[in-house]
Structures are given as structure tokens and as C-alpha cells.
């Protein structure tokens, strides 16, 4: 059997597929968290060589500073295809990708201040992780507002794409902020990530829970990606014959 | 229980993390399904418009 995979580049046939989805994403995502949570809670030591209780912020901390990296480099990508291809679609999921990317920068910032006071006895510091997740978070609000700003859709698909591809650079670079080569040239008071050093219960719990992540961004993007979808193409006949404005 | 949420002391730093993460996660979603909302209300809104205006010139 052959699958054409084109289709679903197609908002008429995506639309449907994605409303599909979205139930299913949601269940893996309750699911996956409440396990991970769980795992995390109870399977657990409460008091680490190093850390106490509070370690276990590092669950929805690292899930979402993962996100809000891995969401970015997502973006960029579907960005991307949107240029080279200059397909709707494309540019539709990079614009649905930076609210939930935007959502889990902040939900690291927050939960990343809270367990900074209780390890570190500050809330906030300009270290090179910090800051460079800071700059993450402005380069997201930058996308979202120079999308708004411009009236033509082609138009800001396109600007905001380019914009999008220069803050790639951030990637790295937050990346290398973590696992400093030397700790000496970057005075980095973010621990290092450095997941075999771990404990196998708290790395588990930790996992799930990105998972769970995963399955909720899912969940998200398309959600919103439906809504873009009604949006720009409410002027097509297969919009109308829809049965959401037929009943 | 009680020692349960009380985590050692930390059960304020645990909880309100715990809780942001939460409260962001439902937010989204729910303003999504607010937003789809009023975008389907506004093309039917628009639709009933059109097809006024078609039978008015039809008359």
C-alpha cells in the first residue's frame, strides 16, 4: 500500500486527520504525566546527596526547558519547509508552534526561579543558562508579535520564518551554557546536565513526564493549528461545507 | 499525608512550581477552545450575512 504523504500537506485533508488526533494526544498526555508525577512523588528519595524535596521541581523544570528547545528548533523547521516549499501548511504549524514553545519558556523561567531560591538561595542570577533562556523567551514574544504586526499573511509567514532561522543560533548556545566544556570560562551556576549521573528512578520519573510533554505539545499545536486553519481559509468552499457551520 | 505535602519544608516552593506548571497548562488549552469558539461563531456569522445579501439582491 502506498501512503501519499502530500495529501495531509493539504489544509482540507489535515484539518480532519489533525481533529482526529487531538483526543488521542490528550489521553497519552494525562496519562504520561500523572505516571511520570507519580513515579516522581513516590518512587523516590526524598533527600538526594545534594539536594533536597525541592529536587523534585527538576520534573515539569527540565520537561519544559527541553520543550521550549526542542519546540524552537521544531518551529524553525516547519518554517523552513513553509520557504523552500512555500507551502501553506508549513508556515500554519510554525506560527501554532510558538504559543505552546512560548508556554513551556515560561513555565521553565518560573519553576527554574522557585527551585534557584531553594538550591541556590537567589531566585535569579545572569548566568549564561539563565540569561540565554531569557533571550529564548524574548526571541519566542518577537515571532509571535512580528507575525501580528504584518497584515498580509504571506508576508509575515515569511519575515517571521527569517526571524525564526536567526534565533536558531540561540540553540547552541544555550545548549553549550549547561555542558561547559570548562566551568571556569563560563562561571555557570547551573548545574550541569548531565543525565547518567541521575538516579535511574528520578531519571525515569523525569522522562515519562517529558514524554507526557511531548503528547501535550501535540495536543496544543494542533488545537491551535485547526483554529489557523478556519481562519485563513474560512473563504473556501470545503470550510463551508464543513459541519461545524451546518447544524 | 500532611508530611506528604509538606515535603520537608519545601512543600510551598514544590507545590506553587508544580502549580504554575498546572495553571499554564490548563490556561492554554482552555483559551484555545475559547478561541475556536469564536472563530467558527464569526464565519457563521459572516456566512448568514452573505447569503442575506444574495437573496436581497435576487428580489
Known amino acids: ?247 | 499525608m500532611n508530611e506528604f505535602f509538606h515535603m520537608g519544608g519545601f512543600g510551598a516552593y514544590i507545590w506553587s512550581a508544580m502549580g504554575i506548571a498546572a495553571l499554564l497548562m490548563v490556561l492554554e488549552p482552555v483559551t484555545l477552545v475559547f478561541r475556536r469558539r469564536s472563530v467558527i461563531a464569526q464565519i457563521k456569522r459572516n456566512k448568514r450575512l452573505e447569503e442575506r445579501r444574495l437573496n436581497n439582491e435576487k428580489n
Request: charged share 15%; net charge positive.
Open chain 1, 1 to 247: 500500500m502506498k501512503i501519499n504523504w502530500f495529501k495531509y500537506s493539504a489544509p482540507m485533508n489535515f484539518y480532519p486527520l489533525a481533529g482526529k488526533l487531538i483526543p488521542l494526544f490528550w489521553i497519552l498526555a494525562i496519562a504520561l504525566i500523572a505516571l511520570g508525577l507519580y513515579w516522581g512523588f513516590f518512587k523516590t528519595a526524598d533527600v538526594l546527596s545534594d539536594q533536597k524535596q525541592y529536587y523534585r521541581i527538576i520534573y515539569v523544570h527540565v520537561a519544559s526547558a527541553w520543550m521550549a528547545m526542542w519546540l524552537y528548533a521544531v518551529m524553525v523547521a516547519w518554517a523552513m519547509v513553509g520557504l523552500v516549499f512555500n507551502t501553506r501548511l508549513s508556515f500554519m504549524m510554525a506560527s501554532a508552534t510558538a504559543i505552546t514553545g512560548t508556554v513551556m519558556t515560561v513555565i521553565a523561567l518560573a519553576t527554574g526561579a522557585i527551585w534557584g531560591k531553594t538550591s541556590w538561595g537567589t531566585w535569579w542570577d545572569w548566568d549564561p543558562k539563565l540569561t540565554s533562556f531569557l533571550i529564548l523567551l524574548f526571541v519566542y514574544i518577537g515571532y509571535i508579535a512580528l507575525q501580528s504586526a504584518i497584515d498580509d499573511v504571506r508576508r509575515s509567514d515569511k519575515a517571521s520564518a527569517l526571524l525564526a532561522l536567526v534565533g536558531l543560533a540561540l540553540v547552541p548556545i544555550i545548549y553549550y551554557a549547561v555542558n561547559c566544556p570548562d566551568p571556569n570560562e563560563c562561571a555557570s551556576l547551573h548545574q550541569e546536565s548531565s543525565l547518567e549521573r541521575v538516579e535511574s528512578n528520578i531519571l525515569i520519573a523525569m522522562l515519562i513526564t517529558t514524554l507526557g510533554f511531548w503528547m501535550y505539545s501535540f495536543a496544543t499545536i494542533l488545537m491551535r493549528v485547526r483554529t489557523i486553519i478556519l481562519e485563513r481559509e474560512r473563504n473556501t468552499s470545503w470550510v463551508s461545507k464543513l459541519k461545524e457551520f451546518n447544524n
